[in-house]
Every structure is written in structure tokens, then in C-alpha cells.
Nanobody, 126 residues
Framework: QVQLAESGGGSVQAGGSLRLSCAAS????????MGWFREAPGKKREGVALLSTAGGGQWIADSVKGRFTISKDYGKSTLVLQMNKLRPEDAGMYYC???????????????????WGQGTQVTVSS
């Protein structure tokens, strides 16, 4: 089993920054992809940024490209999402997710991910 615990959410004004962290614990062997998803009220959960832990490749959603970056501190088993120039439309619950190898490499579909954190809330005021 894998446990994921997000932190770093909060309330900021538009244009501000937040740094989300996801602490991973448990059996981390052979995880091939970790990432961040978000869910706004009334909307489906969507992929924001994904990181291939095997090859280091990344995928960033077009809506946040140039503003958000994803990285991993392998020594601390922590996944980080740096969010800059936040917009009101970035608000929502942010979830950390992870998966073991399948035929797909870092898919953007939430149903491809086995392990999920409880989420951390991000609020952006205009």
C-alpha cells in the first residue's frame, strides 16, 4: 500500500503563489507515475501535472503551463507542485495521485491511478 498526504493549500489573491507538497510513504517500490489532479465545485477532477518517476518525463495541462511546475524530491519521497500567477479558475481541491506500471505511461485519466491523498484546498480570490 501507498499513503499520500498533501499539504500547502490555502487562500491567496490572484497573481499569488502556493507550493503544494505530497508526502509519500509505504511501499513506494515500482511506482511509475505520480501527479496532481484538481477538482473544482461542479466540475470533473482533471489532471494538472504528472511526472514519470521512472524516466522523469512530465506532462503539464495547457491551462497551467508556464505557471505551474512539478518536481520530486526523491530523498524525501515528496512530490511538489509549485503554483505561480494563480488565477481564480485555479481554485479547487488538489489531489496527489500515484500508480504502478501499466500499459499507459502517466495517463491524464483519474481512473488510471490507484493511490490518492485526501486533498488540499486552494482558494484564489480576484
Amino acid at each position: 500500500q501507498v499513503q499520500l498526504a498533501e499539504s500547502g493549500g490555502g487562500s491567496v489573491q490572484a497573481g499569488g503563489s502556493l507550493r503544494l507538497s505530497c508526502a509519500a510513504s509505504g511501499n513506494l517500490y515500482n511506482l511509475d507515475c505520480m501527479g496532481w489532479f484538481r477538482e473544482a465545485p461542479g466540475k470533473k477532477r482533471e489532471g494538472v501535472a504528472l511526472l514519470s518517476t521512472a524516466g522523469g518525463g512530465q506532462w503539464i495541462a495547457d491551462s497551467v503551463k508556464g505557471r505551474f511546475t512539478i518536481s520530486k524530491d526523491y530523498g524525501k519521497s515528496t512530490l511538489v507542485l509549485q503554483m505561480n500567477k494563480l488565477r481564480p479558475e485555479d481554485a479547487g481541491m488538489y489531489y496527489c495521485a500515484a500508480k504502478r506500471p501499466t500499459a499507459e505511461n502517466c495517463p491524464g485519466r483519474m481512473d488510471a491511478y490507484t493511490y490518492w491523498g485526501q486533498g488540499t484546498q486552494v482558494t484564489v480570490s480576484s
